[in-house]
């Protein structure tokens, strides 16, 4: 049987819900406003760089914590409208769809990085001392460890 949240726990829930929600509005918009580039893509195009320009496509789903089908119909867009991504297939496997980052993609990616810069800071680590900043993402990370992005979660309903 789920237990039911203290004051503290249900206001501590709906401000982070709040905040995230705020942030993630505002860096969306201006992403799209700016480079006609959502929030999402702007990830695929990160966490491909930051995995050294190519990746599997089912880590990648699971890094962006996307379903598999919602991360092929993601790179399909990144690849047919923006040619940002391309997908390839490897000699090795050729079972596994690789998403490989394009020159294009990285223009994206770096012509994008002032503005998740600009709003990540004037809406968020702005207005909170470096202290706070470092025991907030302690917090979180703790949260994010305890709920695996998996179908095995059970909350006990």
């Known amino acids: 049987m789920p237990t039911t949240m203290s004051t503290e726990q249900l206001g501590a829930w709906r401000a982070m819900y709040r905040a995230d929600t705020l942030l993630f509005t505002h860096l969306d918009n201006t992403l799209r406003s700016r480079l006609k580039m959502g929030y999402f893509e702007h990830e695929v195009l990160r966490i491909l760089d930051q995995a050294g320009g190519r990746m599997r496509m089912a880590p990648l789903a699971t890094e962006l914590m996307i379903s598999r089908s919602g991360c092929t119909r993601l790179i399909g867009k990144l690849e047919d409208k923006d040619g940002w991504v391309v997908r390839r297939n490897t000699p090795e496997d050729r079972r596994a769809i690789w998403a490989e980052l394009t020159p294009a993609g990285r223009e994206a ?3 994008a990085q002032p503005v998740v810069d600009a709003v990540v800071s004037t809406f968020f680590a702005d207005h909170v001392s470096s202290e706070d900043l470092r ?3 302690r917090i979180l990370d703790v949260l994010a460890d ?6 095995g979660f059970d ?3």
């Open 146 to 151: 305890a709920n695996p992005n998996d179908d």
């Open 135 to 137: 025991r907030a993402s």
């Open 109 to 111: 990616l770096a012509a």
């Open 155 to 157: 909350c006990g309903l």
